[in-house]
């Protein structure tokens, strides 16, 4: 069948209102199905219910006195590497390679952090500021979001 004829085909099935044609001979076969122009609904499932909170504890205090920093306040003083795009995260350049990072490690701007594969493409993502990593949010070879974050650093 040539394309001519395809679109000679098409061209039946719209004047005629068909929604369907399936076509089939010993060296070919065509379907050709028109797309509903219904838009469907969106589908509303109830709120679950809410978990149930257990009671807060006052922090235990320290050796000298003194409360630990909630884990919140503390991530506020790091800085958070993030995914610049969507895709699959490698810590090494290669499987037989080591990371390009460790907890400890310190960096500058300009250090290869991780790759990203994107589209077959791997993009090297590089540090922009200087500091220690303090925690690896992100696991090598899993797929990781766009602003997505990879890495605690502490600029201190």
Do not use: W
């Not at 922009?128 to 990879?150: C, F, H, M, W």
Request: negative net charge; aromatic residues 6%; proline residues 11%.
């Amino acid at each position: 069948m040539k394309v001519k004829e395809i679109r000679d085909l098409i061209d039946y099935i719209k004047s005629t209102g068909l929604d369907e044609v399936n076509i089939e001979t010993e060296t070919f076969k065509v379907k050709i199905k028109r797309s509903s122009d219904v838009i469907s609904q969106p589908h509303f499932s109830p709120a679950p219910s809410l978990p149930q909170v257990a009671p807060h504890q006052a922090p235990e205090p320290t050796s000298d006195g003194l409360a630990p920093m909630p884990k919140e306040v503390e991530d506020r003083k790091h800085i958070t590497i993030k995914s610049p795009m969507i895709g699959t995260i490698y810590m090494a350049p290669n499987p037989e390679s080591p990371d390009f990072l460790k907890v400890g490690d310190v960096i500058k701007p300009g250090d290869t952090v991780c790759v990203v594969e994107a589209m077959k493409l791997f993009n090297e993502i590089e540090a922009e500021v200087s500091g220690t990593v303090v925690k690896i949010l992100a696991e090598n070879a899993n797929p990781v979001e766009y602003d997505q974050p990879l890495f605690l650093i502490d600029p201190s």
